[in-house]
């Protein structure tokens, strides 16, 4: 499993403890999510997570293609990319107890994934990406500053016509998740964010049922890297 760690020189500009202190917190929050809840017992749980399903089969990528799943945590779209016999299977998250559990429930199969443990806006990929999935990581990001960041790791990292497809909650959808406050997309305003290196392909809205049988409204958007 590889771990990325915050880079050293921002240290020289903000003080070790406040960084440590805002990293940690985040990074507590997560880890202890996935430690004491089990895998039904949290609102984005999905026995199948077919929007995400049908975005990959839209595109016809070849089995060599590079596939990442953002804040994959331990989401079965990691199972059916294997089940597909996709080869270079990436799934990154910034709770290690996450990628434990996911590794966990699928024995033997884990070790067809690269497991990444990583803030996304800290990572530094060692290589290109043709498929970038991120169904509810991205709308925790609730500065100009992290957003900004994971929009130019995503336009260094995905290949010249990878996908990306983002899922977050929409407007109509809750303002938290897991009790953190998130932000909540429209079509415009998550286009807005990738329309300088992505051309979007198409949105759409999707109610997510929960385990409490609550309902969610999803945003999902695709986008082509020009
Ligand atoms: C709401 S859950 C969604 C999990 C999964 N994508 C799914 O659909 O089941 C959000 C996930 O994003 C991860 N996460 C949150 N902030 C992150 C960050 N800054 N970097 C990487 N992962 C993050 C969490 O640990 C968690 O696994």
Not at 20 to 40: C, D, G, L, S, T
Not at 80 to 108: C, P, Q
Not at 134 to 140: L, P
Request: aromatic residues 16%; proline residues 3%.
């Amino acid at each position: 499993m590889n771990f990325c760690s915050f880079p050293f020189f921002l240290h020289l500009y903000y003080p070790f403890k406040l960084i440590n202190q805002i990293m940690e917190n985040k990074k507590e929050h997560w880890e202890k999510v996935f430690a004491v809840n089990r895998e039904n017992e949290v609102s984005w749980f999905q026995t199948y997570p077919k929007t995400s399903v049908e975005f990959l089969e839209m595109f016809n990528l070849s089995h060599d293609a590079n596939i990442i799943d953002i804040g994959g945590g331990d989401s079965r779209f990691v199972d059916i990319l294997i089940e597909k016999g996709f080869k270079n299977i990436y799934v990154l998250d910034i709770s290690a107890n996450a990628i434990e559990r996911a590794k966990k429930r699928m024995g033997e199969k884990a070790n067809k994934v690269n497991w990444i443990v990583c803030d996304i806006t800290e990572y530094e990929p060692k290589v290109k990406f043709d498929f970038w999935h991120d169904r509810a990581a991205f709308h925790f990001l609730t500065t100009e500053e992290k957003i900004n960041k994971y929009v130019s790791i995503a336009e260094a990292a995905i290949n010249k016509e990878g996908y990306l497809i983002l899922g977050t909650f929409s407007e109509s959808g809750p303002t938290k998740c897991s009790g953190l406050e998130i932000k909540q997309y429209n079509e415009t305003s998550m286009s807005g964010r990738f329309e300088i290196r992505f051309d979007r392909i198409k949105c759409i809205k999707e109610d997510h049922i929960t385990p409490f049988n609550t309902i969610q409204n999803f945003l999902f958007c695709s986008f082509r890297r020009k």
